[in-house]
């Protein structure tokens, strides 16, 4: 880590933006060998690099390795400068920030000794409604994939596709996760929760089909991460939750999980007839294709001055203001309607930076379903600039880090780390609130107010004065 901050000047000085770049794989490299110090306790730390490596970093690598040129291709020096600048920052922020982070060992290692009655109720109404929510889902999946037995991938986003589902089942589907968080939060078995998990890694299939891959890649990660931080909680004398079984599992499957991406990107975009070609390194084209969130940060640095400029809430804060305002509930209250999808009406209300950075690099192909994307380090930086950057940086590496203990607490708040945890690893290409804009929904909450209602109804009375108990990892066990 101390190297790294010379790299960077003798690159700086030198104008050399690979000699840049590679005081940014020093840190990456830090980054995960801090993570494989304890892999089991940092397994969410350790994701968060890999799919920032992915998203935003291994383009240049890629180009490095090929021996392609991948600056000065039509973007000004500054524009370069910027996106190796912003890789280092935020990169050398979240190493400094979660090795920093100090953990009491004593509290570290708290697991529930028998689970009550009460959680145990909980765990059964979450159960209840998941199955539900996952019904209404695969409903509202089969619909869109008839919609897309006449149109094209891009439909989805210039707003054509409207579900004609009843808005009961809208309702249930919003649900859907917040009762697998509140079930998985229950810590139940490990028998039970492979059947949650599978089911919702089900859920997405419909998404893959249609053109979506990042549910399914999303979910994939959410439950690697959850089966090791179950096995980093279990005692000494309990099953293990990620075995040989498990390691044997994911090493096989990886190989062919990365060939089928590039695939799955070329068929998606049409470039069938190019695959055999493009396949002679296939680990290399995989990154490549992935890491395309880099040509965000250089495009936004040329038409930054084309961006609108918000006022508060501005763009990183202005995202949870659409997600509370255009959830179905308060629309619903309000009576005011939001318009979906990449067109001009929902570019003038909309506080994503997204659509309008999109709208700024691709003018008006935008509403043809055209765009590039963002990342959580240009919401922040538009509005907070470098400081905005390192602490929001130093805020994600803390709270990365201490994952495994917060999930050692209330249920609630178990259910609101996993919930979070379902994309936060997905941020280095998306907005940067998006892992926590759920405690505005009202869903997230109504999920929560069932479950405790539903398991309330369902305890008998003897036990209800256990209520107070709720959520605690420790709770005694009433026979």
Known sequence: MLLSPFVYLIGRVQGNFTVMYMASLIILIC????????????????????????????????????NIQ??????????????????????????????????????????????????????FVSFI??????????????????????HTYVDIYTGEYRTSMPAVVKGFIQIMKPCMCIFLATLPSKRKSCFVLAAYLFSTLPSLRVGMRS???????FIFVYYVLRDALRKPNEIKWFGKVEK????????????????????????SSNISSKMQNPIVNFLYEQSTTYNALVKFWDVKDKLPQLEFPGYLFGYAYDVFFQNGIISGLTGVSFPVGQT????????????????????DMFFQGHGIGTSYVLDVFVDYSWIGVIIFNVIIGWYLNKVKYLLSKHWILSAMIL??????????????????????????????????????LITPKTYQNESKYIGRIHSKYIK
């Open 70 to 123: 991948w600056t000065n291709i039509g973007y000004s020096y500054d524009a370069d400068l910027f996106a190796v600048t912003m890789i280092y920052v935020s990169l050398l922020t979240l190493y400094v920030s979660a090795s920093l982070t100090t953990i009491d060992n004593s509290l570290d290692t708290i697991v529930r000794e028998e689970q009550s009655i009460f959680i145990k109720n909980i765990q």
């Open 248 to 271: 044997t599992i994911v090493v096989i499957l990886l190989p062919f999980v990365i060939c089928f991406l590039l695939i799955y990107t070329e068929l998606r975009n049409g470039y």
């Open 129 to 150: 409604f998941f199955i539900i929510g996952f019904v209404c889902s695969m409903m509202e999946g089969m619909e869109r994939i008839l919609f897309m037995q006449t």
């Open 419 to 456: 919930y979070s945890l379902l994309t936060i690893f997905y941020i280095p290409r998306s907005t940067a609130l998006e892992p926590f804009v759920f405690i505005l929904s009202p869903y997230f909450w109504l999920g929560i107010a069932i479950c405790f209602i539903g398991a309330l």
């Open 344 to 363: 001009m009406e929902r570019l003038l209300v909309s506080h994503d930076l997204k659509l309008h950075l999109s709208y700024a690099v691709s003018g």
């Open 215 to 221: 549910p399914t890649m999303l979910a994939c990660v």
């Open 31 to 66: 980054n995960i060998s801090f993570s494989f110090e304890k892999v089991r306790d940092r397994i969410a730390f350790l994701c968060f690099n890999g799919t920032f490596f992915l998203f935003l970093t291994a383009r240049p690598l890629t180009c490095i390795l090929r």
